[in-house]
């Protein structure tokens, strides 16, 4: 099979609502009048991202759901997507499953495969997608004003242990390896929640390295602090009972790959949060405030600080 088939065969699709996919020199895409555009791109390295040998379905669905993720933690609708694809051998066996899962996602949520680039190399998949979004009405991570509630959607550190029990570092009993195994190779993007937040959150970001160090950049592009209930986050890993309280904290405050939202709002807004949160179909808690003070405070449910260092994922620390 050769590159112009193995693309006829696997990406390209019957036309869909953008004005030219698959096929030319360029892709056209038609943003709706008084929309931006909202461009994002995720590069997923084997042995850095996923383990070699990883399912190809899993994988499908996970490098577009860090992308559509992105464009949920800016409030955006997702347009369409171009892929990038190395591969060390035009294998069906590998293609097709993975672009079921790809493509599964992507009709999920109406997002289109308008185009892409593929070579052979060394597993290599890069996805850049494009949203729209009301002008001037994007979430941006500047936005969090001191005395704002801090919000954070679904739940955390399931994927983070997940991995830490299949490298053999944790052991937990099988059905609840199964369930957090889901979190960490199936991500699910709360793209209707950001969309939802939009004109309510004051700022949002999606959570990839860990709460604190997403929050981090938050904080630092808003020139905040915060104030967080270690407890109240240390309850959102769903796996909770099986894990010591150290290891609770560490995977919920620093665990990374949750792919949730963590988002500001200002106290009188907790209603439309709720409202939000609810037609999204998707829960969210509050787990603490914004404080002029710059930096993050990690309290008890008595509101006395909590000890030690979480740190968050970084590819070169
Ligand atoms: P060019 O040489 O003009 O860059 P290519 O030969 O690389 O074009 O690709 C031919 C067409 O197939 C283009 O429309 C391109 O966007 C598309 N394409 C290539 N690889 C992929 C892929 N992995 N997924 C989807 N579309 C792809
Ligand atoms: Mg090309």
Redesign the pocket.
Known sequence: MG??E??ER???RPAGRQPL???????LLAPAPGMQLAVSMDMLVEGRHFLPGADPVRLGHKCLAVNLSDLAACGARPLAF????ALPEADAKWLEPFAQGLLALADAHGCE??????TRGPLNICITVFGEVPAGQALLRSGARAGDDLYVSGTLGDARLALEALRGELQVPAPVLDAARERLDRPTPRVALGQALRGIATSAIDISDGLLGDLGHVLRQSRVGATIEADTVAGLLAAGGVVHAHARRAFTLAGGDDYELAFTAPAPAREAVEAAAASAATPVTRIGRIDAAAGVRLVDAQGQAVAGRFTSFDHFL
């Open positions: 590159e112009f193995l693309i696997f990406f390209q996919g698959v096929g030319d020199d360029c892709a171009t892929l990038a694809l495969l308008v185009g892409g680039d593929t």
